[in-house]
Nanobody, 124 residues
C-alpha cells in the first residue's frame, strides 16, 4: 500500500519561505519520479516541480510560475521529497500535493499515487 504524507504547510506572509516535505512508503522511492502539484480554490491542479531518480544527476523541472523561487529535492535514504519555497506570493495559496511515479515527455504526466495535501496560505 502506497502512502505519501505531506507536511510543512502553514500560513506565511508575502515574501516568506516554507519547506514542504513528503514522506513515502510502499513505493520504490529511489526509483520513482517524484513531483509536487498544487490546487488553488476554484482552479485546476497545477504542476509545480519534479525531480527524477536517474543518478548521478537528478533532473529537475519547474512550472513557469515558480522558477527561480522554488527548489525541489529528495533524500532517498529517508524516502522523503522536499519543496523549498522562497519569495512566496499570495497566488501561491493552494493545497500542495505530493505525487509519485509520473513521467515527463513534453509535459509532466502525474503518476497514480497522491498524498492528501498540505495547505499553504500566503497573506498579503
Amino acid at each position: 500500500q502506497v502512502q505519501l504524507v505531506e507536511s510543512g504547510g502553514g500560513l506565511v506572509q508575502t515574501g516568506g519561505s516554507l519547506r514542504l516535505s513528503c514522506t513515502a512508503s510502499g513505493v520504490s522511492f529511489d526509483r520513482s519520479d517524484m513531483a509536487w502539484f498544487r490546487q488553488a480554490p476554484g482552479k485546476e491542479r497545477e504542476f509545480v516541480a519534479r525531480v527524477g531518480w536517474t543518478a548521478p544527476s537528478l533532473s529537475t523541472l519547474y512550472g513557469d510560475s515558480v522558477k527561480g523561487r522554488f527548489t525541489v529535492s529528495r533524500d532517498n535514504a529517508k524516502n522523503t521529497l522536499y519543496l523549498q519555497m522562497n519569495s512566496l506570493q499570495p497566488e501561491g495559496t493552494a493545497v500542495y500535493y505530493c505525487n509519485a511515479d509520473g513521467y515527463y515527455t513534453t509535459t509532466y504526466h502525474p503518476g497514480k499515487y497522491w498524498g492528501q495535501g498540505t495547505q499553504v496560505t500566503v497573506s498579503s
